[in-house]
C-alpha cells in the first residue's frame, strides 16, 4: 500500500482536496443510480461517456471484482459558475493519474471521472469519441454510488440543494 501513496501526493499537488487509496471493497453499486441519469440528468444519451453507452451497473459490479484498491478524490467548495471548468479540470487529472499508475506498472489502471464528459459542447454519439484518451464514464454513469461510496472512506458529500450553491467532485482510479 506505501508504494500506492505517492499517487495521493500526486493527486495533491494537482490541486484535488483530498485523496485516499481505498479498498475497492468498499465502492457501492446500486442498480437505482442509472435511473438518476436517466430520470434527472439532461445529459443521458447525449454523451458517449454517459449512459445507455457507460458501463451498466452489473458489468461494472463484475469489473470492481477484478480490483483491489483505488484512488479516491475529491475536489470540494466548487462554485456553481465555475462547475464546468473544474469538470473539465478533473476529467484531466484521472486521466493523467490513470496514465501515470499504468506507466508505473498497474496496466489494469482505469479512472472514472465525475459527472458528465464536458471535453466537447456536444458530443456525437454517431462517432467514435474525440478524445478517448481523456474521456472516462463517471462513477454514477457506471452505477456506482458515489454518496454512499464516499461515506464510506471518510469523505464528506453532500446533496447540493441549489443551483447557485457550491458542489463537490468526486471520481476514482481502479488500480491493480
Not at 467514435?128 to 474521456?135: Q, V
Not at 469523505?155 to 458542489?167: D, G, I
Request: glycine residues 6%; charged residues 25%.
Amino acid at each position: 500500500m506505501s508504494t500506492l501513496n505517492k499517487y495521493i501526493d500526486r493527486a495533491l499537488a494537482m490541486h484535488v482536496t483530498k485523496a485516499k487509496i481505498i479498498d475497492v471493497s468498499s465502492v457501492v453499486v446500486g442498480y437505482w443510480v442509472r435511473l438518476k441519469c436517466q430520470y434527472g440528468c439532461g445529459s443521458y444519451g447525449t454523451r458517449l461517456t454517459c449512459p445507455p453507452y457507460s458501463p451498466t451497473p452489473e458489468y461494472t459490479k463484475k469489473m470492481l471484482d477484478e480490483y483491489s484498491k483505488a484512488l479516491l478524490i475529491q475536489i470540494e467548495d466548487i462554485p456553481a459558475k465555475k462547475e464546468r471548468k473544474i469538470r473539465i479540470k478533473i476529467e484531466k487529472i484521472v486521466a493523467d493519474l490513470e496514465r501515470e499508475i499504468f506507466l508505473d506498472g498497474y496496466y489494469k489502471a482505469f479512472g472514472m471521472a465525475a459527472g458528465p464528459c464536458r471535453l466537447c459542447r456536444t458530443c456525437d454519439t454517431t462517432q467514435d469519441c474525440k478524445f478517448p484518451e481523456r474521456a472516462r464514464p463517471s462513477m454514477e454513469a457506471c452505477g456506482i454510488d458515489v454518496y454512499q461510496t464516499a461515506r464510506n472512506n471518510g469523505l464528506t458529500l453532500e446533496v447540493v440543494t441549489s443551483e447557485e450553491a457550491c458542489c463537490s467532485l468526486v471520481s476514482l482510479i481502479l488500480i491493480e
